[in-house]
């Protein structure tokens, strides 16, 4: 079976510019999150869905991140416009219950803010 | 709130040597689930186990096991014979149910980096 895809594996952008980051979650599962990476912090929970609705989004660090999923099959992840801060890796993951079960995970994707 | 504490940020072994990773949790729910996750240098996060707060069995997986007692809130895991292989950073996370929005929050520690040296 076909795990979470993300893509790019890896993206080196200059800041200002938007970045997208994107998803494939597992076939069936109905929940998405996405998490962010860093040394400081460690994994953190950004946003994630339920049936592609948005449930919680309190971890998006500010306004110029968004998130999207418009259908059981693909989300996005959005940086407009991209600060050197947002260097991290970005992990999406899905489960097939909010809590219970296991969330799989990506392989991620390391993006690196110039 | 719920919190997850891995004290041990590193440990280095000898291979074949027996390592056990601590992992102490927080959290007021009555029902919770445990996991444990881990991250090899390549970066990729990999799901090992799950464990509901009503099962308190101990539970064997070829060279893994882990050891779960809730009147010390630990769920702690052993690496028996360790392999260079093993190496990798290992997280241990709680997620409780109950609350609508937070309910699905994977609250993980801050990760244990598990070096086996040849």
């Known amino acids: 079976d076909a795990g979470v895809i993300q893509s790019p594996r890896h993206e080196v952008t200059e800041m200002g510019q938007e970045v997208t980051l994107r998803c494939k979650p597992i076939?069936?599962?109905?929940?998405l999150f996405w998490y962010r990476q860093t040394m400081m912090r460690g994994l953190e929970l950004l946003i994630y869905f339920n049936n592609n609705v948005p449930i919680d989004d309190s971890g998006m660090p500010e306004d110029r991140f968004s998130a999207k999923m418009p259908n059981a099959s693909f989300s996005t992840l959005k940086i407009q416009p991209s600060e050197p801060r947002d260097s991290a890796v970005y992990f999406c993951?899905?489960?097939?219950?909010?809590?219970?079960?296991?969330?799989?995970f990506g392989d991620g994707t390391r993006l690196s803010i110039l | 709130a719920q919190k997850v504490t891995q004290a041990q940020t590193e440990i280095s072994v000898v291979e074949k040597e027996d390592v056990t990773l601590d992992c102490v949790y927080e959290?007021?729910?009555?029902?919770?689930?445990l996991f444990w996750y881990k991250q090899p240098p390549s970066g990729e996060l990999v799901f090992l186990i799950r464990r509901n707060s009503f099962d308190e069995q101990n539970e064997i997986s070829g060279r893994y096991s882990w050891n779960f007692q809730k009147s010390t809130s630990s769920f702690n895991f052993t690496i028996t014979a360790s392999q260079v292989v093993d190496s990798a950073v290992y997280f241990c996370a709680l997620s409780a149910p109950q609350r609508e929005t937070s309910g699905s929050r994977l609250t993980f520690g801050e990760g244990t980096q598990l070096t086996v040296n040849p």
């Open positions: 993951a899905s489960s097939s219950d909010r809590s219970n079960q296991p969330q799989h």
């Open positions: 076939s069936g599962h109905d929940y």
């Open positions: 959290t007021r729910d009555t029902t919770y689930y």
